[in-house]
């Protein structure tokens, strides 16, 4: 096809005409596989007198086939042509064609550099000494891209050539600010890379990058030292700082010296620009938040800069060679930041127009970058990583700050007092426990009386909430009772509709920390009589909030109803019927419908309200879970109708579970098959609702198994339905992610059904899906089942596996052996890792002391090791694919399980003997590299923190595992086998035997 007959097809592609549009783009589907698409896209791009909508089409056409078709692509020679022309675009003097062509070339570059694309480096090296300022940006623009896909083999032949025309453009003033700041990036992209490389071949740094990183960061402190005269400057000047940053991550020791000359340079920019700041950003009303865009969309302004210097000082607090540093100047460093997290006349307007965002911004976690949050993230750090140090100058910076400030009345006045309550607010915990420690002295009576006293009387919203947040906070350092009357006071009459958003804010978050800062009931009465006023108020506000103001409000209704569960007792159906109003409304917002879910399972556990849940939230419920309607005016995607069943499914859990057996009629009746239908029914389609629905059932086996087996629901037993499900979760043509709680499932109905069950089918089933599933943490939710029955009855359970086969009629018992070898190492959560281990400990002896021909079974002895956040197969292994016998393996398996408990009880000791690194004096810091045991990451990756109502009545919880597994250790060091067994260790598992002091070591 032509390039003649293809523009009229990307003009009509284009059109506002949805008809013309779509029979167009099917067409051009159509041609895609023709010899001369790609290069007739090429032609247009081109184009010097093809509109530039058509231009700029015909670039993201090309693009999709490159990333699509490219690789699959049979036709060589076009695709040979569309690189021996592509290179030129590069220089157009559009600059959105010069950004689509860059994009083109680099994942052209991805799949065929350097193999298929030999000469391309060069050429991109010659059009940057071509001088032309056009060609230059283009090149960057590839360079950009492509350096995150150079490999280390790469960076050899690459790096001499690239990094002195790098350097050059970096400091030619007439490229313009923005390609020398994306010369750098491409530099700190290469700096990272070869900081990688040296740690598997020492001198790479030496060699490449230490002769040029001192000049380069001369460069950098001259640059940060000047003024900016343009916004796109800003860009330069944040890449200055960011690449400094990454020096401090990347080679903090050998850069020190030039680290430590970076803080004075780029503290100045903060100290030169604070009172600008303030001038022209917080003060002025005429100020819009326009960072400004640079080509590529990123933000470039003052704030980016900011931030960029908040994260090295951050950066710097991490390492301890220059925590000494930042403590030197740590007062000036937090008086500063107050100063910055003062809040402009644009943001207020702001969240005036949409309170919501104040909630939202003011929030630590707030993904919303502003100056305001930047400050206040660094702040927590610093309390976090010196503490003592930081509270001391903290408590420095809030004293200078009022004794500079005015009276609270005029105009920034407020706005200062508010920052250091903010301030104070957010550094609560380290202030709270270096005052306990008496490390810090601080007088908060005199801060109360000098400025919360007089901001609580002023009529600026935001002060008087944050005040009020403030004084919750150190609730127990208030100077008097009538200080404490005086903050229920105001917070009570903020509670009412019609207060200022920021007011209204302030006393929930009030009312919250309050009532997580008293948790001793005794403590919690002083709360007593404004609960009165308080929940009440709550649920009237709710029903007038949406989005962030109502979940901050449910939230504070949660831990309120726990200070005065009889408030809501009394009223239970209208709390229940307006909470069950709410999950419909926004049905279609998962947020506010887990915040409703949760404080209705607060609910659930006060005996007086659990009828009126029963008669006004499950029936409602149970009906949405049927029939997944909304009154939201959202759509209802079919995501959002699956993530709101499976919020019913959970919350019906939490309901079975905290109801004392016999469960009511309506449970038994009613709930049981609409769940078990709707779990049965889903399956295929649902992975979440069929586990979310398996432990609601198990729920109900736990509440209520002999009400429900005896009830018949038209013709279908609660057994006929258990085993439908079991059948579904252990489909091997269903996913295998679908039986991540297929184990607690068998387990559960084993447990309860006991000699009544057919066990023989339902195992086959647990072993067949056993053989079809790859993911360790779904092995290891089957392997329990078997596990659990080992422990109850070792030879029983051993020769019912061996009647049964896998489909490649393996034996059941000896293929489960191996299964369990294999992974044990990866198996996550205290439960399921303790009765393993302890069935394990019964098989040992067994095996060694018996002639049973499983003595003989050889399993793999394989290492695990951890590469790209995977857990895979060692590389390392001395002869891949060794067996070993499996006693050998067990033997082995335990006494890594005993190594990994030793590491633990020593990182808890470790704990609690840490000490405030403030009071311990600097020493010389070396890098010391932090290696998680794999262990640990199989914890990390799979570990499940919720515990399993069903296993907590097993005798084995109470087995305490270091102890259990020393004495079986010493006890088999007795075996005459022993010797042979310790043979088979490596070094690391011979100290830890040795740790035991085990005879028979050698």
Known sequence: MSVEQIVPLITAALSADKGEQTAAQEQLEAVKPLPDYATSLLTILFRQDAPLAARQMAGVLLKQFVENAWSECPHTAAKNLVKANILPGLADSISKIRS??????????????????????????????????????????????????????????????????????????????????????????????????????????????????????????????????????????TECVNFLTKLVGTFPKQMSEKISASLPVLWGVLTKNAGNHITEVVNNPDYADEEGRDSDGGEMGFGTLVQAVFEFIQSLTERKKFKAMIRKVLPDVVYYLITYLSIPEYQIEYWDADPE?????????????????????????????????????????????????????????????????????????????????????????????????????????????RLMWLSASYLKMLPSEEALNALFECTCNSLKVGTPAPVMVGAMKAVYTMAAELEDEEEQKVLHKPMEVIIPALFELASHMDGDLLMLCLDTLRVSVNVRQDIVATEADKVNKFLVELFVKHASDPFVVSQVNDLLITLADIDACRGSIQDNVVPVIMQMLQTPLSNSPKKQSDEDKEDMRVEILELMTVFIRKTPAPLPPLYVNDVFPVIMGITIGCAKESTAILQSGGECVRAFFAQGFPQITAVNYN????????????????DPDMSEFGALYAGRLVSSLIKHAGTALNINDILQAVLNKLTNCEAPMIKQSLLVVFIKLFNHDLEGSMNFLQTLSTPTGENGLVYVMKSWCDIQELFSGEYETKVAVIALTKFMPFLLNSNSPLANITVSDDEMSIEGGRLTRSSKTVAAGVQIPITIKIFKILVQEFKNILEEKEAERAGDEESDDDDIEEEEYEEETQI???????????????????????????????????QFLTQLSTHGSYSQLCQALNDNEQKVLGSMLVSGMR
């Open 932 to 966: 998680m045991t794999l262990a640990q990451m199989a914890q990390f990756l799979g570990d499940d923190d919720d515990e399993d109502e069903d296993n907590k009545d097993d005798p084995l919880n109470d087995v305490d595992l270091h102890d259990h597994l020393s």
């Open 357 to 465: 965002k104040y909630v939202e911004d003011d929030d630590e976690d707030s993904m919303n970058y502003t100056v305001r949050t930047g400050a206040m993230e660094l702040l927590i750090d610093l309390s976090t990583e010196l503490k003592t140090s930081y509270v001391e100058a903290l408590m420095s910076a809030i004293t200078r700050h009022i004794s500079e400030a005015g009276p609270i009345s005029e105009g920034y006045t407020w706005k200062l007092y508010e920052a250091c309550a903010t301030a104070l607010n957010i550094s609560g915990g380290a202030v709270e426990e270096c005052i306990e420690s008496k490390k810090v002295d601080f007088n908060f009576a005199a801060f109360y009386n000098g400025v919360v006293v007089p901001g609580l009387q002023t009529a600026r919203p935001y002060l008087l909430g």
């Open 100 to 237: 689509s062509t860059a994009a083109i070339i680099s994942e052209i570059a991805v799949l065929d550099f350097p193999e298929n694309w030999p000469g391309l480096f060069e050429q991109l090296m010659g059009m940057i000494g071509s001088g032309d300022a056009n060609q230059i940006h283009g090149v960057m623009k590839v360079l950009d891209e492509l350096s995150n896909d150079i490999t280390d083999n790469q960076v050899y032949s690459i790096a001499p050539v690239l990094f002195p025309q790098l350097v050059q453009l970096f400091q030619t003033e007439a490229l313009g600010a923005s390609t020398r700041a994306r010369a750098l990036s491409i530099f700190g992209v290469f700096t990272t890379l070869i900081s990688h490389m040296d740690s598997v071949e020492t001198g790479v740094t030496e060699k490449l990058l230490f002769p040029i990183l001192p000049g380069l960061v001369d460069v950098c402190l001259n640059l940060l030292q000047g003024a900016p005269s343009a916004r796109e400057d800003y860009k330069l000047l």
């Open 715 to 730: 013709g279908v037993t609660a057994m006929d339905y258990t085993l439908q499900l079991i059948g579904k979760v252990l």
